[in-house]
């Protein structure tokens, strides 16, 4: 029971943190504020989900609560950090090929298996969970064999994984449990807009990323020393000096 309440808590502090996170002025600090809350209900969501569901032997759930801890955890993580790589990011690379590895295979016995499931977890949802695992797998060494992240990549990085741990969490609420809401409700557009909407919000901030230069990766600003900032400025000086003498000189001549 107090797993379940976790969970519950967790998923309703996920979905409301998440999707004013999604709609605030990026970077800002409110923005931080509820993407700080967000990843811990998250966090908090998928734990007790993986606990909750090893049990029973919900094999799609559990697959679930493991995509979105590393989804939430790993785009905490870009955007907390600017460049430089770390034992968790090496930590999160070895996760996500397992679980992509084990996700893939139960989707392989799906296939072949009289229901097109295997224990409970479908043979579509698999690959599909089992690409993003991919996917993600591909950006992670990328970011381990540059040394970091940092500019346009590292805001996309941290979008796109945001926005896939929020879609799992709608979807799983708003299509998964759709017993908790009205008879009339269940099935109607009411129900599948706000299961999708990280979606569409993806794109637009994508598309806001990619034609946006605050983003992009700006040269480092140069300083001179003290000593040859100083002697710049006396050069600077004796040639304004000789610029004001020299006509004075071809007049008197």
């Keep these: 029971l107090p797993l379940l309440i976790l969970h519950i808590l967790g998923g ?23 993407g700080n809350v967000f990843t811990v209900a998250m966090l908090m969501l998928a734990s007790s989900g993986f606990a909750l569901a090893i ?10 609560a493991v995509l979105t801890f590393y989804l939430i955890s790993s785009a905490w993580l870009a955007g907390r950090r600017r460049d430089g790589t770390g034992l968790l990011d090496w930590t999160g690379l070895f996760l996500c ?17 009289a229901t097109g499931t295997d224990n409970g977890a479908p043979a ?5 969970f089992g690409g993003i695992l991919l996917l993600a797998a591909a950006g992670d060494v990328r970011v381990l064999a540059r040394g970091g992240i940092s ?18 969490a709608t979807g799983s609420f708003f299509l998964g449990q759709q017993q908790v809401f009205p008879v009339a409700l269940r099935g109607s557009i009411y129900l599948i807009v706000p299961a999708v909407l990280p979606l569409p919000l993806l794109a637009f901030w994508l598309i806001r990323v990619r034609f946006r230069d605050a983003y992009r990766p700006r040269p480092p600003k140069t300083t001179l020393p003290l000593a040859e900032l100083d002697h710049s400025r006396l050069m600077g000086g004796k040639a304004d000096a000789q610029a004001q003498i020299l006509p004075q000189t071809m007049v008197d001549h």
């Design 12 to 34: 309703t502090l996920g979905l409301i943190a998440g999707t004013t996170a999604m709609l605030a002025r990026k970077g800002d600090r409110f923005h931080r504020l509820s």
């Design 55 to 64: 049990p029973r032997s919900q094999i799609s759930n559990v697959i679930a």
């Design 97 to 113: 090929l397992a679980s992509a590895t084990g996700v893939l295979i139960l989707g392989v016995r799906a296939l072949h298996s």
């Design 124 to 128: 579509f949802m698999s690959f599909v």
């Design 151 to 168: 500019g346009r990549p590292r805001v996309v990085r941290h979008l796109w994984r945001m926005c896939v741990g929020l879609f799992i």
